[in-house]
């Protein structure tokens, strides 16, 4: 499968800085402009949508202490990123804005009680909707997120994200043992992902070394940083300076 997996860097949540906040459309129209790949995030909202936006909660990005998961669209609508005029955007105007112009790695964020087959239906959806013809891949923590899409969209490049340490102190023994597993890429079986995306500070690894498909490293964030990544994999997905095309 060729992709710009191996060959593109991708710019992390957009080519963001002080004035064009992460995951914001003037983020992504400067990665466009410099010629990245773009990785950016989606979650479910309240009243179903697709919402272009990283953290579960809303604080650190908009002050606003609610969970995306407990706002409708319209609601978040309201809020602005990092103090400026930029809204945080739906998924169809991402799409639209972006227009096919770069490839793009779609992450979706890990959901309390929500299918699989239900977020994967809902982007490809977006995607038919909108006859989106560009490039793109999914990866996600969960494996069965990345698994739906993948038997929705069989020919979508779709990976799983991981790092080798994915359970803190205090966490449920049932967490322990499923983040072991996962972040050994012990899902990969029942998944079979044409990607992995591993925290690059924890390379080498085994089980990325052994691994066929595409190899990404996150989140890179120097020159120095990148040189090391890429002793161990193909690809990097970066921010806060400009990565080697």
């Given at each position: 499968?060729?992709?710009?997996?191996?060959?593109?860097?991708?710019?992390?949540?957009?080519?963001?800085?002080?004035?064009?906040?992460e995951?914001?459309?003037?983020a992504?129209?400067?990665?466009?402009?410099?010629?990245?790949?773009?990785?950016?995030?989606?979650?479910?909202?309240?009243?179903?949508?697709?919402?272009?936006?990283?953290?579960?909660?809303?604080?650190?990005?908009?002050?606003?202490?609610?969970?995306?998961?407990?706002?409708?669209?319209?609601?978040?609508?309201?809020?602005?990123?990092?103090?400026?005029?930029?809204?945080?955007?739906?998924?169809?105007?991402?799409l639209?804005?972006?227009?096919?112009?770069?490839?793009?790695?779609?992450?979706?964020?890990?959901?309390?009680?929500?299918?699989?087959?239900?977020?994967?239906?809902?982007?490809?959806?977006?995607?038919?909707?909108?006859?989106?013809?560009?490039?793109?891949?999914?990866?996600?923590?969960?494996?069965?997120?990345?698994?739906?899409?993948?038997?929705?969209?069989?020919?979508?490049?779709?990976?799983?994200?991981?790092?080798?340490?994915?359970?803190?102190?205090?966490?449920?023994?049932?967490?322990?043992?499923?983040?072991?597993?996962?972040a050994?890429?012990?899902?990969?079986?029942?998944?079979?992902?044409?990607?992995?995306?591993?925290?690059?500070?924890?390379?080498?690894?085994?089980?990325?070394?052994?691994?066929?498909?595409?190899?990404?490293?996150?989140?890179?964030?120097?020159?120095?940083?990148?040189?090391?990544a890429?002793?161990?994999?193909?690809?990097?997905?970066?921010?806060?300076?400009?990565?080697?095309?």
């Open positions: 499968m060729k992709t710009f997996l191996k060959t593109l860097p991708v710019a992390h949540r957009g080519l963001h800085d002080e004035t064009k906040p995951n914001s459309l003037a992504f129209e400067a990665a466009m402009m410099a010629g990245y790949a773009i990785e950016t995030d989606v979650h479910f909202t309240k009243d179903g949508e697709i919402a272009v936006f990283h953290d579960d909660n809303l604080e650190r990005m908009t002050g606003d202490k609610r969970n995306v998961a407990d706002c409708t669209m319209e609601e978040l609508k309201q809020l602005r990123l990092s103090g400026t005029e930029e809204r945080i955007p739906t998924f169809g105007e991402f639209t804005a972006v227009g096919g112009r770069v490839p793009l790695l779609i992450e979706i964020k890990n959901m309390k009680g929500v299918a699989g087959k239900r977020i994967a239906g809902a982007i490809a959806g977006t995607i038919d909707r909108l006859h989106y013809t560009g490039e793109y891949a999914i990866q996600s923590f969960n494996p069965f997120f990345a698994k739906a899409y993948k038997k929705l969209r069989p020919e979508i490049p779709c990976g799983i994200l991981a790092q080798a340490k994915m359970s803190e102190k205090g966490d449920p023994l049932s967490w322990k043992i499923k983040a072991h597993f996962l050994r890429l012990k899902f990969n079986f029942i998944v079979k992902p044409d990607f992995v995306s591993y925290g690059f500070w924890q390379l080498p690894q085994k089980c990325v070394t052994k691994f066929k498909g595409a190899k990404l490293a996150w989140t890179v964030r120097s020159r120095e940083e990148e040189a090391q890429r002793k161990y994999v193909d690809n990097v997905i970066f921010e806060n300076y400009t990565a080697e095309k």
